[in-house]
């Protein structure tokens, strides 16, 4: 089927109250499928009706979803003959620098916060920010429902503090909306590292053992990096991507 790789995407019986809107997770997940190469310049989409009974969702949600897409130049609609992809449009979304796909591509991020905590910085972490103390963020990362990683955020306490409450799925928009900080950039570095101890039974891999490992310092607009970034992340289910425009 059209969507066979989406598997019930929107429809979590026990949704995370970080949740992004269903119309905006839509238009997340099928952007994420054109970047990927799973839908492709010129493809017809299914009928409306037929797309959101199999995603979940009413005609209107959809239907914003879409509306949201044609205006970043992604979907056009053509009166009486249906929706249509179009690739060159702005993919450019609020996971445009979540590298991690399903092996098959695309797949939907979601994130279930583990703890939020203003702590002063460990030693062992390289040098970012300008203050001793940082918040950190422990989360439980999935695609559409395929767990597959645990990551730790430390954002530099002088970039702003970041409530549980405040927080969505995506913690960059989260930045956005309560800081007014914008990432622009970030480094990765990818390599094998040690699940760490603290990751909850429901991952997977356990503690001491080797799986994908992702460093990242992201940068806002000043010189130094405000935020530093870590995921553990299991092969067997997900891969890392970088794609070159």
């Not at 299914?46 to 914003?64: C, F, I, N, Y």
């Not at 979304?93 to 916060?113: D, K, S």
């Not at 990242?216 to 990096?225: C, N, Q």
Request: charged share 25%.
């Amino acid at each position: 089927m059209f969507f066979d790789a989406l598997a019930h995407p929107v429809t979590d019986p026990r949704p995370s109250p970080h949740a992004l809107p269903i119309y905006v997770q839509i238009a997340e997940l099928l952007t994420r499928d054109i970047v990927a190469g799973r839908l492709i310049d010129g493809e017809r989409l299914p009928p409306e009706r037929d797309m959101a009974t199999e995603l979940g969702v009413s005609v209107g949600t959809l239907r914003k979803a879409l509306r949201d897409m044609g205006e970043k130049g992604l979907v056009e609609s053509v009166q009486g003959s249906g929706n249509y992809i179009r690739a060159g449009g702005d993919t450019g979304t609020v996971y445009a620098m979540f590298r991690l796909e399903l092996l098959e591509g695309g797949g939907l991020p979601r994130a279930q916060v583990l703890s939020v905590d203003l702590m002063d910085k460990p030693a062992d972490l390289p040098a970012f920010g300008t203050s001793a103390q940082a918040t950190r963020i422990r989360r439980l990362r999935s695609l559409n429902e395929t767990i597959m990683g645990v990551e730790e955020i430390w954002l530099d306490a002088d970039a702003g503090i970041v409530s549980e409450a405040a927080m969505s799925e995506s913690l960059y928009a989260t930045y956005r909306k309560e800081l007014g900080l914008w990432i622009q950039r970030a480094e990765d570095r990818v390599s094998l590292g040690l699940v760490p101890d603290w990751a909850p039974e429901a991952y997977g891999p356990c503690p001491g053992e080797t799986v994908g490992y992702i460093e990242r310092l992201s940068w806002a607009d000043a010189a130094a990096p405000i935020e530093f970034s870590r995921t553990w992340y299991d092969p067997a289910r997900a891969v890392y991507v970088q794609r070159l425009k």
